[in-house]
C-alpha cells in the first residue's frame, strides 16, 4: 500500500481503512487504523489550542474544537516544527463565515502568533544603553535603527491588545474602542506586549522600514518616550548613520 | 562514513527533558545521569528554550531523539529540515542522535505522528538510504527506535528484528530498543515479547527506552496498548526491562513521560526504578 493511500484515510475519518492493514487474527484493522487517525488528529489540535489559547476563549472550546477540525484538513502542518503551526490561522479565521460576528478574532491570533514566533527567536544584543546619548544632536536626525530579530508590529483596526489582556491578566481593563497596534518585543526570554498609539506605532513601523530618526519623527510621535520604550524592552541592537 | 569521537550516553537513567523541571533537575537530579530532548522543540532560532538547554548540556550529557525527520518516507529526505537538526547537534555536541523506524511526512504534509512501514525488501533500502544520508549529514552515528505497532501490514515479508538487523548491517547505525514499545506491539499483534528480545540484535542497542502506555480493546474484544507516555511504567514492562538487560548488560536506560507531566517526585522515583533494574545487572 503506498503512504499517499494511508495519509489520505488518516486525515478523512469517514474514509473506508485502508486494505492490507490487519491485526493479530488476520481480520481488517478497523479501529486500530484510528489510533493513528486519533494520534494526528489529537496532536496537531493540541498544538493549535497551545498556540492560541485566546482566540478558543473568545470562541470557546467546543467550538474551537470542531473548528480546528476544519483547519487542519485545510492546513495540515508543512514542517515538522509544531512551534511553527498555525501560522495560517488568521487568514483563515479572516474568511471562516461562522466567526464572522467575531471580526477581530485573526487580529488576535497575529497577536498570539506573534507572541509564539517572538518566543522562538533568534538571540540579539541590546544597544548598549548610552550609544544614542553618544550621538551629537546635529547627527541624531540621520541615525537609522537595528531591531531584534523578535520585534514585531500587529496593527488592528481593533482594541487587540486590550482584549488579549482581558483573556490572559486577571482583572485587566475591559477593552476600550478604537484602532490599537502592539508593539511586541522580547527583553530577556519572555515575550512581552505594549500598547502603541497610532503616531508612535507609525514611528516605529518607519523606523523598522529602515527610516531615519529624523524622517519617522514626522509622523508627530512623542520620539523620546516612544524611544525609551523600545530602549527598556531591548528592541534596539544598533544604530548607524 | 561517520565518525566517533562524540563521548556515549552513561549506563545510567536518563529522563526525557520537559521545561517544568528545570529548575529541579539542576538541585535534585537524584539517579538521572543524562536527558533527552525533542529535537524539532529545540529547532528554533533562539530563546528560552536553546538557553536552557544549553544551561542542561553543561551539566548533562544530552540525547537528541528526532520525532519529524520521517525515516521511513517512500519521498525525499527533507534537506532543509536536515540543516536544522545539523545546527542544534552542532550547538550542542549531545552524546547520542536518534530517530523512529516510521514515516510522518508527505505531500499532504507533515502529520505529526509515527506512523507504520511495511516491512519488505523496498522498505528495507529506502530506510538504509535515508540512515546514511543522515549520518553522512550529521557527521554521526545515529540510532533507530523499533515502533510501537497498533496492525501489521499484509505484504511484510520481513520480522520487525530482522528488519532492523539488516538495516544496521548496511548503514552501521546502532538502535535504540523501546521495551514499551515491544510490549505494546507484542500484545497487540498477539506475540510473545520474551520472543521478540531474544530475537533482537542487542549487540546494537545503544539505548533502551521504558514508558507508560493505555489500555483498550479493538473491534473484536482483543487488548489494544496504546503508546501514550501518559503514566507510569507498567509492571509487565519492568519485567521485561529485566530480561532485556540481561542480554544487552547495563545500557541508558530513559523514563519517557510526555503527556500529563508528573512533578518531578513522581519522575525522579520511575529513573530511581529504573536505576534499580541497572544495579541489578550490573551486580
Known amino acids: 500500500m503506498s503512504q499517499t493511500a494511508f495519509a489520505e484515510a488518516l486525515l478523512r475519518p469517514d474514509a473506508p481503512v485502508p486494505d492490507g ?137 481593533f482594541p487587540v491588545h486590550d482584549i488579549w489582556l482581558a483573556n490572559t491578566a486577571a482583572g485587566a481593563p475591559p477593552s476600550g474602542p478604537g484602532a490599537q497596534t502592539a508593539l511586541i518585543t522580547r527583553p530577556k526570554l519572555d515575550p512581552c506586549v505594549d500598547t502603541l498609539s497610532p503616531a508612535a506605532a507609525g514611528f516605529v513601523a518607519a523606523l523598522m522600514a529602515g527610516a531615519s530618526l529624523g524622517e519617522a519623527a514626522e509622523t508627530g510621535a512623542d520620539v523620546g518616550a516612544t524611544l525609551g520604550l523600545l530602549l527598556s524592552r531591548q528592541a534596539i541592537t544598533d544604530i548607524s548613520s | 562514513m561517520f565518525d566517533a569521537r562524540h563521548q556515549s550516553l552513561p549506563d545510567r537513567p536518563g529522563v526525557g527533558y520537559k521545561a517544568q523541571h528545570f529548575a529541579d533537575l539542576r538541585v535534585d537530579p537524584g539517579p538521572v545521569g543524562w536527558l533527552e530532548i525533542h529535537a524539532e522543540n529545540y529547532m528554533g532560532d533562539g530563546g528560552r528554550p536553546l538557553a536552557q538547554l544549553d544551561a542542561l548540556a553543561d551539566r548533562f550529557p544530552i540525547s537528541v531523539h528526532g520525532v519529524g525527520l520521517s525515516i521511513g518516507s517512500e519521498g525525499p529526505l527533507d534537506r532543509s529540515h536536515l540543516a536544522l537538526l545539523r545546527r542544534l547537534c552542532d550547538r550542542i555536541n549531545p552524546a547520542s542522535f536518534s530517530e523512529h523506524l516510521a514515516w510522518s511526512t508527505h505531500n499532504l504534509g507533515f502529520l505529526n505522528d509515527l506512523l507504520p512501514l511495511p516491512y519488505t525488501a523496498a522498505t528495507i533500502a529506502r530506510v538504509c538510504d535515508h540512515v546514511n544520508e543522515v549520518q553522512d549529514h550529521l557527521g554521526r552515528r545515529m540510532l533507530l527506535e523499533n515502533p510501537s505497532s497498533y496492525l501489521a501490514f499484509t505484504e511484510s515479508t520481513h520480522s520487525e528484528t530482522d528488519f532492523l538487523a539488516d538495516v544496521v548491517a548496511r548503514t552501521g547505525c546502532g538502535l535504540l530498543l523501546d521495551v514499551n514499545n515491544v510490549f ?34 479493538d473491534d473484536h474484544g482483543a487488548p489494544l496498548l496504546i503508546d501514550s507516555h501518559g503514566r507510569a511504567v507498567a509492571d509487565p514492562v519492568w519485567a521485561l526491562l529485566d530480561i532485556t538487560l540481561a542480554r544487552t548488560g547495563p545500557r541508558p536506560v530513559l523514563i519517557e513521560w510526555d503527556t500529563d507531566v508528573p512533578d518531578w517526585p513522581v519522575l525522579r522515583q520511575e529513573a530511581a526504578r529504573a536505576a534499580r533494574a541497572l544495579n541489578a545487572v550490573t551486580a
Open chain 2, 184 to 217: 505494546i506491539s507484542a500484545t497487540n499483534l498477539a506475540t510473545r515479547p520474551q520472543d521478540y528480545i531474544a530475537a533482537f540484535p542487542v549487540e546494537h542497542v545503544a539505548e533502551i527506552h521504558l514508558g507508560g502506555h493505555d489500555e483498550d480493546e
Open chain 1, 21 to 157: 492493514l490487519v491485526g493479530p487474527t488476520g481480520a481488517a484493522a478497523g479501529k486500530r487504523f484510528n489510533v493513528y487517525r486519533n494520534n494526528v488528529a489529537v496532536s496537531l489540535t493540541e498544538a493549535l489550542e497551545a498556540g492560541f489559547p485566546v482566540v478558543r476563549k473568545l470562541v470557546g472550546p467546543d467550538f474551537f474544537k470542531a473548528m480546528e477540525g476544519v483547519f487542519l484538513r485545510r492546513h495540515p502542518p508543512a514542517s515538522p516544527l509544531m512551534m511553527h503551526y498555525g501560522a495560517e490561522m488568521p487568514d483563515f479565521l479572516a474568511g471562516f463565515p461562522p466567526v464572522a460576528h467575531l471580526p477581530y478574532l485573526a487580529d488576535v491570533a497575529r497577536l498570539e502568533l506573534g507572541l509564539r514566533t517572538a518566543y522562538h527567536a533568534e538571540d540579539a544584543r541590546p544597544l548598549a544603553p548610552d550609544a544614542l546619548a553618544q550621538v551629537p544632536a546635529e547627527a541624531l536626525g540621520a541615525v537609522r535603527m537595528g531591531f531584534a530579530p523578535a520585534v514585531r508590529l500587529v496593527a488592528s483596526t
